[in-house]
């Protein structure tokens, strides 16, 4: 059975910094892309960040040079490092881990990170 729980989120005043962890158990972690994703209360969920097995990275633009997402395969783990946070980034963050070409696909819980103004 296969679950990511992530941690790290909270409240922050704007300009600070989060790291989000998402632990992944019941899988081959170091096979999987992993993806950070949020969603704002009446907006849809986006992707923030993704990190392929492989280690090639994408952002979204309105994150770029503030946000990196990062792998440990060791501690089968993946992070988002948030820095320069604003309000607009207030949301709930989900942590993904998928496989290209086929139907693996788990999402953990969320994780509520709040940027004060």
């Known amino acids: 059975q296969v679950q990511l729980v992530e941690s790290g989120g909270g409240l922050v005043q704007a300009g600070g910094s989060l790291r989000l962890s998402c632990v992944a158990s019941g899988t081959i972690f170091s096979i999987n892309a992993m993806g950070w994703y949020r969603q704002a209360p009446g907006k849809q969920r986006e992707l923030v960040a993704a990190i392929t097995s492989s280690g090639r990275t994408t952002y979204v633009d309105s994150v770029k040079g503030r946000f990196t997402i990062s792998r440990d395969n060791s501690k089968n783990t993946a992070y988002l490092q948030m820095n320069s946070l604003k309000p607009e980034d207030t949301a709930v963050y989900y942590c993904?881990?998928?496989?290209?070409?086929?139907?693996?696909?788990?999402w953990g819980q969320g994780t509520q990170v709040t940027v004060s103004s």
């Open positions: 993904n881990a998928k496989r290209p070409g086929t139907s693996f696909d788990y």
